[in-house]
């Protein structure tokens, strides 16, 4: 009876662990759930990640990132004369890059909301830059358009009202590939297109994510990837669309 009952353990330990598979694997990664919610701490990624300036706080089971909004690449938005200043061959709006405040606060145990809260305009997280990270809407909560977008330049970001900021996939952040873009305001990373498997993952839910290991958690975490939609057929990728999966916490500019 004993011989029995641990039989059954092993074959169902061993049906969870195939079922927990990770952006490395080749195969379709299936939607799960975190082994436990709340149970992974992005704390010493987010410490080991983020550069270019940004100062990180912990306390209180959050944490909070301070930048000043400036890229460190190069960008038309920079302005002649500025040493990374570089032209832009479809021009530029009238904006320029200057320093301004952004303070995100995020849970260190991010976890899935019971209700998915619409990305709002302005800020939904922070490159890992410390550039602010916008959604694929403009003004008057209107989609990006091509009038706007031939005034993006090569990091896919321009200069609005609130500062420099990216919408879309670029030469800085991510193009066709795995990297870790930075974290949304929900406190779940954001990667590039692929998996690190170098896959496209099939999988994602209606808010362009999913759960499972990636090169930076080895325990199963919820992430969202950037759109592998080319947006109006102009080759850009939009980074994030739809819903937060957990709870936003706080961004000021």
Not at 121 to 127: E, F, K, N, R, V
Not at 190 to 207: A, F, H, M
Not at 230 to 252: D, P, Q, R
Request: aromatic share 8%; hydrophobic share 30%; glycine share 12%.
């Amino acid at each position: 009876m004993n011989k029995s009952k641990l039989s059954i353990f092993g074959i169902g330990f061993l049906a969870l662990v195939i079922t927990i598979v990770s952006c490395n694997n080749g195969d379709e990664d299936p939607i799960i759930e975190t082994p436990a919610a709340g149970s992974v701490d992005i704390t010493s990624v987010v410490q080991a990640s983020y550069t270019n300036g940004v100062t990180i706080s912990t306390g209180n089971g959050s944490i909070t990132l301070t930048s000043n909004g400036t890229p460190n690449h190069v960008s038309a938005y920079w302005g002649e004369g500025h040493p990374l200043y570089e032209v832009n061959p479809t021009g530029v709006n009238p904006g320029i890059i200057r320093e301004r405040t952004n303070i995100m606060t995020i849970p260190t145990n991010p976890v899935s909301a019971s209700v998915k809260e619409v990305t709002a305009l302005g800020a939904i997280g922070m490159s890992l830059n410390g550039v602010p990270i916008y959604n694929d809407r403009e003004g008057g909560n209107v989609p990006l358009d091509p009038m706007v977008l031939e005034h993006f330049e090569r990091a896919g970001a321009h200069v609005g009202p609130s500062g420099y900021h990216y919408h879309v996939n670029g030469d800085f952040t991510t193009k066709d590939d795995a990297n870790l873009v930075g974290f949304l305001r929900d406190g779940f990373p954001i990667y590039g297109r692929k998996c690190v498997s170098g896959v496209y993952p099939s999988d994602l839910d209606e808010n362009g994510g999913h759960t499972s290991t990636t090169a930076d958690f080895p325990t199963a975490i919820y992430h969202y990837h950037c759109s592998n939609t080319n947006y109006l057929n102009l080759g850009v990728y939009i980074l994030k669309a739809g819903s937060y999966h957990g709870t936003k916490g706080t961004y000021v500019q």
